[in-house]
């Protein structure tokens, strides 16, 4: 319309706000709360899965891990709180895979009490081909509990091992086509 001016910029300046430095105090929180809520999935799907041994068993572990993520970030942001404002690290780039897992996550506790067993494995498939692990790896790496010199080996001894685990019981009970092409690509990824 005459008068009106274009604003050409606005897809830019909304996603602007994806890599804006955020504070890391708030991100940490954030993603304590990603790692216990994904803890607390797996431990319904323990309770969901109590009669069968295996599943109840794996749940379990999975549960332990995403609980121990939860602690080392609690850990670091503890670290981080006590320095100065001015000497706390800068973070970007998080926002929109932070909001992502959250509403998988919030999906996913709601169906998680009711889930049958393909049910229960595409819930887990979904949340660990997430960007959970790699937000999760991503700050334990830049953080000063990383004990591991670069990248990849955090990865793989941070969040391989639940990894390889799901998906070896997902390999041998998952009868449904798209849990066995959820696990080939969990699989592949993690290779």
């Known amino acids: 319309m005459p008068g009106e001016r274009s604003n050409s910029h606005a897809p830019l300046a909304r996603g602007l706000h994806l890599f804006a430095p955020v504070d890391i105090l708030d991100l940490l929180d954030r993603c304590v709360g990603l790692e216990r809520s994904a803890a607390d999935l797996y431990g319904i799907l323990t309770k969901r899965f109590a009669g069968?041994?295996?599943l109840a068993a794996l749940w379990r572990d999975m549960?332990?891990?995403e609980h121990g993520h939860a602690r080392k970030l609690a850990t670091?942001?503890?670290l981080v709180a006590a320095e100065p404002p001015a000497h706390r690290p800068q973070a970007s780039g998080f926002a929109a895979s932070i909001e992502e897992v959250e509403g998988l996550l919030q999906t996913s506790l709601a169906a998680?009490?009711?889930a049958d067993q393909e049910e229960a494995f595409a819930l887990a498939l979904a949340l660990e081909a997430s960007e959970l692990d790699a937000i999760y790896t991503t700050l334990l790496q830049s953080s000063?509990?990383?004990r591991y010199?670069?990248?990849a080996t955090t990865v793989r001894y941070e969040?391989?091992?639940h990894h390889r685990t799901l998906l070896a019981v997902a390999g041998r009970r998952c009868r449904s086509e798209q849990n066995r092409l959820r696990i080939a690509l969990l699989a592949a990824h993690e290779h």
Do not use: H, I, V
Request: charged share 25%.
């Open 63 to 65: 549960a332990n891990a």
């Open 52 to 54: 069968d041994a295996e």
């Open 144 to 146: 000063p509990l990383s």
């Open 149 to 151: 010199p670069d990248f």
């Open 76 to 78: 670091w942001r503890d």
């Open 159 to 161: 969040s391989a091992g």
């Open 112 to 114: 998680a009490a009711t």
